[in-house]
């Protein structure tokens, strides 16, 4: 028998093993073919054929998340004088921003984004002038305003937030509430704020008295009398609060 047709009797008996599904695993399975003294039997193992490798999707690695950093304690209450203010704007760049004005304390609370970026004392109203507590849109803005109600008195950088009169705008900040039922603002701290506000910025007149951590959260609801949460919002590390 020629070398060919003894390579071709090998590749025929291959094929037809392939071709049943009968794919030999050992020499036992696999013999010689007979006369075809050139070539040695078969000793080795045949691998089963395995199908086509398929494309593994690979996940992103999620990049870790940093540690939110605590808010400084500049922003303490306590700590701010009358007619004084804390300002830092760096802290948050973007987003809404909302004020909170906290009778009880005389003091607002400015965020931007959800995050904590201005402290400044204020003067609410006196009694018989009482400021009304609620959520307000500022509904317009002037630099130059004066009262129609009590006596053309001027009000700096006005931001209006009832058809009533309430707003806010510069003005004297004797350490209690003296005003008419607006609240007042130290006259820097006014300019800054209306660089940063729109029409339809919000501000939340509390009785409350929460710390910065969690002010906001107050005034939106978030938290209610009595309750005692811990947060961890909007990029600031916010504390532990029990309203009374």
Not at 94 to 114: D, K, L, N, T, W
């Amino acid at each position: 028998m020629s070398k060919f047709r003894s390579w071709s009797l090998r590749t025929a008996a291959l094929e037809a093993a392939l071709g049943a599904g009968a794919i030999p695993s050992s020499a036992a399975e696999y013999p010689a073919v007979a006369g075809d003294a050139s070539r040695p039997a078969f000793t080795g193992i045949v691998s089963p054929l395995l199908p086509p490798a398929q494309p593994v999707a690979v996940q992103p690695v999620a990049a870790p998340v940093a540690a939110p950093a605590p808010i400084p304690a500049a922003f303490d209450p306590d700590a701010v004088r009358p007619g004084h203010y804390v300002w830092q704007p760096e802290r948050s760049t973007s987003g809404p921003v909302e004020i909170v004005v906290s009778i009880p304390q005389q003091v607002a609370y400015i965020y931007r984004g959800g995050i904590l970026i201005g402290l400044t004392t204020v003067s609410t109203g006196r009694p018989g002038h009482a400021t009304p507590t609620g959520t307000f849109p500022i509904m317009e803005k002037h630099r130059e305003h004066y009262s129609n109600l009590y006596n053309n008195a001027p009000m700096p950088f006005m931001q209006r937030l009832t058809m009533g009169g309430v707003a806010l705008h510069a003005g004297h900040i004797p350490g209690r509430p003296a005003s008419h039922g607006c609240v007042r603002l130290p006259l820097e701290f006014a300019r800054l704020l209306f660089t940063v506000t729109r029409v339809g910025s919000t501000v939340h007149i509390i009785d409350e008295s929460p710390s910065a951590q969690v002010a906001l959260a107050v005034a939106r609801g978030e938290l209610g009398r009595g309750t005692v949460t811990t947060l961890a919002m909007a990029g600031d590390v916010r504390g532990t609060l029990s309203i009374r």
